[in-house]
């Protein structure tokens, strides 16, 4: 017998960025498989944007409209707002049996959080409680963390500190990026939680709860730790690199270090910390700081962008003039 609406789990996606359009478009893909309706989707405010400043919608929201889903845009679901009540009261009006969040940007207050017959739950880009908080993907490049993942949790009142449903690991590579593993993972958001899905009762029942003692609190990036200390090994600036919109300066200017490659552990120098020891064509080889073993490595740096100008990579440097053997990094 076919299934009616009725029959069927009303869900309530909340999200904002690419990463949970990625899981959104799952859910969508898989409605009928997964025997849900999904019946709302929240996501943040239009945005200004670009040169314009258009108002501009989020990646998630583009994505309800265009299937036809009810989009709701609170600013806050706070009572201490004087709109908070009132997108309470529209959320309850959907009649949720559960609400799946996921990078939505809004904080969810316990009344929130209790609307859903099945309560909340959240895609999280961590293997709780390795990473709680703002920044995973980045933190967990930044640590060297040798694999990452998704947690499905059921969402309490704490920051990611809820029940865990559901996990599935990702490896990080040596040359993954912030970007490189954030696409990853938001394909593996949208399958964890389709399989969650599959079973949510018994993986409800199941819940595994987290270890306090082993979480660490991923903190927002800020524009500071972008800046490279030349005085840090090889393999730290090299993550760096990967993770964060990494930058220095030469000649009294801003340089962004766009790329890097592996650091290779035969490339070793006795070179001050910063200084270019090569400008080549393939990359531009520059001294680090030394390791815990005294040895200071070179780090192959790809690609660079200068102020107000394009990226250039190892080849357009070399025939730019713009640095040189001997010149030296720093702040």
């Not at 999280?124 to 040798?146: K, T, V």
């Not at 660079?304 to 640095?323: E, F, R, T, V, Y």
């Amino acid at each position: 017998m076919k299934m009616t609406t009725k029959d069927k789990l009303r869900v309530v996606f909340a999200g904002t960025p690419i990463f949970a359009k990625v899981a959104l478009q799952q859910l969508i893909d898989e409605q009928d498989a997964l025997n849900i309706d999904i019946v709302a989707v929240y996501t943040q405010p239009d945005r200004k944007a670009g040169r314009g400043q258009k108002l501009t919608a989020s990646p998630v929201k583009e994505l309800a409209t265009a299937h036809n889903i009810p989009v709701e845009q609170p600013i806050s679901f706070s009572l201490k707002h004087e709109d908070g009540q009132v997108s309470r009261e529209t959320l309850a009006s959907y009649c949720p049996d559960v609400m799946v969040v996921c990078a939505y940007g809004l904080i969810l207050p316990l009344g929130v959080l209790n609307t859903p017959r099945l309560g909340c739950l959240n895609i999280h880009a961590s293997l709780l409680p390795r990473w709680r908080g703002a920044a995973p993907i980045h933190r967990a490049i930044l640590a060297g963390d040798d694999q990452t993942g998704i947690t499905i949790m059921q969402m309490n009142q704490g920051l990611d500190t809820g029940d865990m449903l559901y996990m599935t690991a990702c490896g990080i590579d040596d040359t993954d990026t912030t970007q490189s593993l954030h696409d990853k993972l938001a394909k593996l958001g949208g399958v964890a939680i389709s399989c969650v899905f599959k079973d949510l009762t018994n993986f409800q029942k199941n819940a595994v709860k987290q270890d306090d003692i082993q979480a660490n609190y991923a903190d927002k990036i800020s524009t500071e730790e972008g800046q490279i200390n030349w005085q840090n090994t090889a393999s730290q600036i090299n993550r760096q690199i990967r993770a964060l919109n990494a930058h220095t300066f030469i000649h009294d200017e801003r340089v962004k270090i766009l790329s890097a490659k592996p650091i290779k552990s035969d490339q070793t120098t006795q070179k001050p910390a910063g200084t270019i020891v090569s400008v080549g064509k393939n990359a531009v080889l520059v001294a680090c700081g030394a390791d815990e073993h005294g040895v200071q490595h070179l780090i192959n740096i790809t690609a660079m962008q200068w102020a107000g100008g394009k990226p250039l990579d190892a080849l357009q440097i070399a025939n730019s003039n713009k640095i040189a053997d001997g010149d030296i990094f720093g702040a």
